[in-house]
Nanobody, 129 residues
């Protein structure tokens, strides 16, 4: 399961970014796909997750109302639109997919499903005050 996260960058407080997660060599059918983030020295946390098949979503409390996760079936890509960014959103963002996991389960438990080597480099989001 190879995923490529992209779209990070540096913005000021209140700015917006859109992250993309593209699948390579497989389709997202049947998968839960999630965005996770990690700050150096802290555990990886689930931010927002989605069911590719039915579009159901889950958001952690700190981003609800500011972030929107969406899927593009034709492009086999999942997006995370991040608005009203805050300095505490600064982190490396990763995406991951697990078959048949619900969005809530994926966000709450998915960070430890794969070994650290699976997660790749992610994409860095920096929000300055």
């Amino acid at each position: 399961v190879q995923l490529q996260a992209s779209g990070g960058g540096s913005v000021q407080t209140g700015g917006s970014l859109r992250l993309s997660c593209a699948a390579s060599g497989f389709t997202f059918d049947g998968y839960g796909i999630g965005w996770f983030r990690q700050v150096s020295g802290k555990e990886r946390e689930g931010v927002s997750c989605v069911s590719f098949d039915n579009g159901s979503t889950y958001y952690t409390d700190s981003v609800a109302g500011r972030f929107t996760i969406s899927v593009d079936n034709a492009k086999n890509t999942v997006f995370l639109q991040m608005n009203d960014l805050k300095p505490e959103d600064t982190a490396v963002y990763y995406c991951a997919a697990i078959t048949f996991w619900s969005p809530e389960r994926l966000c709450l438990r998915g960070s430890t499903y794969y070994p650290p080597s699976h997660w790749g480099q992610g994409t860095l989001v920096t929000v300055s005050s």
